[in-house]
């Protein structure tokens, strides 16, 4: 059974993110009083036992935040149990229960009940809690909203699940011990919504040389199709999921890892005093696409979309039409 100290894999890991991993009583100091609800501290450099207030900037520690953390940049253990929300963190959590809103630039989080809303590159995201000194630890039952880049690690319990509904791009990996996963042991779950990415989450981790990826699960994978310089058309998409992210449009092209046929269609309408045509072809493919066109009464077109092996950029020569004015 796993206790706090390291293997060196974990050190090799540990240092490539810069956060030094050492629980907040291993340095504290005599500390300064609580903060009470309502209560409102500008900058903190010294060690807080409880946070029931506002903490704007963090460069000290808190033992439990059960308030608002601003910024969380101190340069060891910043907060060790979080039950309320931090909006930036830059350094370490050590066991969250409660909300990150963004966890960016080498930060850390072991995940336990709570959510990490943006995970964003070179941050990361543990499924579950460290083992303590008895071999005993919290189950891992977190969230991460939208993964932009970050990495994700399972925990060390296979019981452990951490559930991420966005992922765009990023890692996904086995534990800081064995982040290839593969030595065996009991490792948790990674279980991805929706696949966002282009290459996938599969060849993501292959890419990253995880060796067994039964750990990783992975329900919807959507491609997105853009319409680059239609200028004078209006553009409409139908069977789409459009992204608050990135604002694109992306299709369905594979659910529980198996590939569906693709049920989407984009219309093209020509403005005002515009027209479209066609050259009379009324299919086509590209490296990453193939179409079928319906023309209608109204002068505008429908393309279906028949496959979508990657993330595609199509211009209205692509689909062999072009728009011109009326005369």
Not at 123 to 134: K, L
Not at 173 to 188: Q, R, S, V
Request: glycine letters at 10%; one cysteine or more; aromatic letters at 12%.
């Amino acid at each position: 059974m796993r206790n706090k100290i390291f293997s060196k894999k974990a050190v090799a890991a540990l240092l490539s993110t810069s956060v030094m991993l050492m629980p907040i009583t291993t340095f504290a100091a005599e500390p300064v009083s609580d903060n009470p609800e309502g209560g409102y501290v500008e900058f903190l450099s010294e060690n807080m036992v409880n946070n029931f207030g506002t903490v704007d900037k963090n460069d000290g520690s808190i033992s439990n935040n059960y308030g608002f953390l601003g910024w969380n940049y101190a340069q060891e253990w910043g907060v060790e149990n979080n039950f309320g929300t931090v909006d930036y963190n830059e350094m370490g959590v050590h066991n969250n229960y409660g909300e990150i809103n963004n966890n960016y630039h080498n930060a850390l989080v072991f995940n336990i009940t709570g959510n990490v809303l943006n995970n964003n590159e070179t941050a990361s995201v543990v499924g579950g809690a460290e083992y303590d000194e008895n071999g005993e630890a919290e189950k891992g039952s977190g969230t991460v909203t939208y993964n932009n880049g970050g990495r994700l690690y399972a925990g060390y319990d296979s019981d452990d699940l951490l559930t991420v509904t966005n992922f765009y791009y990023g890692e996904v990996l086995g534990n800081y011990d064995n982040p290839t996963n593969d030595e065996g042991g009991e490792i948790g779950k990674i279980h991805i919504l929706n696949d966002f990415s282009e290459e996938g989450v599969d060849a993501i981790a292959d890419e990253k040389g995880v060796v067994d990826k039964s750990f990783i699960s992975v329900d919807k994978h959507y491609h997105f199709v853009e319409i680059k310089d239609a200028d004078n058309v209006d553009v409409s998409y139908t069977g789409f999921v459009y992204s608050d992210f990135d604002e694109k449009e992306y299709a369905l092209v594979a659910e529980n890892g198996e590939p569906v046929q693709v049920n989407s269609s984009i219309t093209l309408k020509a403005k005002h005093g515009y027209k479209l045509c066609d050259t009379g072809k009324t299919s086509g493919e590209t490296d990453k696409f193939s179409y079928t066109l319906d023309k209608h009464r109204d002068g505008s077109y429908t393309v279906n979309i028949t496959d979508l092996n990657g993330n595609a950029e199509i211009t209205l020569k692509d689909l062999h039409l072009s728009v011109s004015k009326n005369h």
